[in-house]
Nanobody, 114 residues
Framework: VQLVESGGGLVQPGGSLRLPCVASNIFFSIFAMGWYRQAPGKQRESVATIQTSGRTEYVDSVKGRFTISRDNAKNTVYLQMNSLQPEDSAVYYC?????????WGRGTQVIVSS
């Protein structure tokens, strides 16, 4: 399994980014997927998850600002991030939630700064 995240960059506070993650060599549609982030000096945290049913969950700090979605035909999970704040700065990763996760990709860095 290969997970490739992209779409990160430098954005001003209040700005938006859309992160895609493409998963290869898996039957993507049968897996729940999630977005995670890790800021310097902090543990990796779950940001959002999407079940195979399409049901979504978010950590409280991003509710109302971030939207996770998936396109099974493209083996891709997305994270739309709006109203970005400096505390959202981190390396963002995708993976399947739970104990049996795939090997982590390299992630994509998001920096929110003026």
């Amino acid at each position: 399994v290969q997970l490739v995240e992209s779409g990160g960059g430098l954005v001003q506070p209040g700005g938006s980014l859309r992160l895609p993650c493409v998963a290869s060599n898996i039957f993507f549609s049968i897996f729940a997927m999630g977005w995670y982030r890790q800021a310097p000096g902090k543990q990796r945290e779950s940001v959002a998850t999407i079940q195979t049913s399409g049901r979504t969950e978010y950590v409280d700090s991003v509710k109302g600002r971030f939207t996770i979605s998936r396109d099974n035909a493209k083996n891709t999970v997305y994270l739309q991030m709006n109203s970005l704040q400096p505390e959202d700065s981190a390396v963002y990763y995708c993976n399947t939630p739970g104990e049996r996760q795939f090997s982590w990709g390299r992630g994509t860095q998001v920096i929110v700064s003026s």
